[in-house]
């Protein structure tokens, strides 16, 4: 069965501190696509992540991508209130379809 | 701009009743998507379109039928038979396939049983 597999699945962090979010898949894929979520908004993209080894970065977050162990990343620097959402990962199964799996999806709060 | 657009923001559903949500796209992308979100889970697809006249089911689409005549437009019917319609679709695309982009998602529409 096709997985893709989120921790943690809720993470409430204070401000300032780092933090990482993983996202594993079950199916080889060099691509990886990371969104977020507001509550009660849709999805806005943050990073594709095309090969093994690819490393993006947006403020305080980066992305990475180990497609041999099957996972990627998301590393949040100093975190920050404006940083609490739904985080999700989605890689495209079987690679290069038009079909996309989405993770479970990780709930971040940032406390004052 | 270009974009996708969902209406309505809101539906009621009677029970027995078919309802109708609309997915339009000027993004000339050629793939679109209808999920479904329930309160504090993830996404689970429901159809997904390649190119026009030509749909594919997803994971969930029971309850659920689509029609793709038009490029710009992928309406999602939830039939009488989804006994359980009550949550939040979103509707997306991409130009899919090798291009390597992102997903672009419309504001949603959210779904409650009268």
């Known amino acids: 069965e096709l997985k893709v597999e989120q921790n943690p699945l809720f993470l409430s962090m204070q401000e300032g501190k780092n933090y990482t979010i993983y996202c594993n898949y079950s199916?080889?894929?060099?691509?990886l696509y990371w969104y977020r979520q507001d509550p009660g908004k849709s999805l806005e993209s943050l990073f594709v992540l095309l090969s093994n080894g690819a490393v993006k970065q947006e403020g305080r977050l980066m992305a990475s991508l180990d497609t041999k162990a099957r996972l990627s990343t998301l590393h949040i620097t100093a975190a920050v209130h404006d940083l609490s959402a739904t985080y999700f990962c989605?890689?495209?199964?079987?690679?290069?379809?038009?079909?996309?799996?989405f993770g479970t999806g990780t709930r971040l709060k940032v406390l004052a | 701009d270009g974009g996708i657009t969902q209406s309505p923001k809101y539906l009621f559903r009677k029970e027995g009743q078919n309802v109708t949500l609309s997915c339009e796209q000027n993004l000339n992308h050629d793939a679109m998507y209808w999920y479904r979100q329930d309160p504090g889970q993830g996404l689970r697809l429901i159809y997904y379109s390649q190119i026009v006249n030509d749909f594919q089911k997803g994971d969930i689409a029971e309850g659920y039928s689509v029609s793709r005549e038009k490029k710009e437009s992928f309406p999602l019917t939830v039939t009488s038979a989804q006994k359980n319609p009550t949550a939040f679709y979103l509707c997306?695309?991409?130009?899919?396939?090798?291009?390597?982009?992102?997903?672009?998602f419309g504001d949603g529409t959210r779904l409650s049983i009268l």
């Open positions: 997306a695309s991409t130009t899919g396939g090798l291009s390597n982009q992102p997903q672009h």
């Open positions: 199916t080889t894929s060099d691509r």
């Open positions: 989605a890689v495209d199964m079987p690679p290069g379809t038009y079909k996309y799996i």
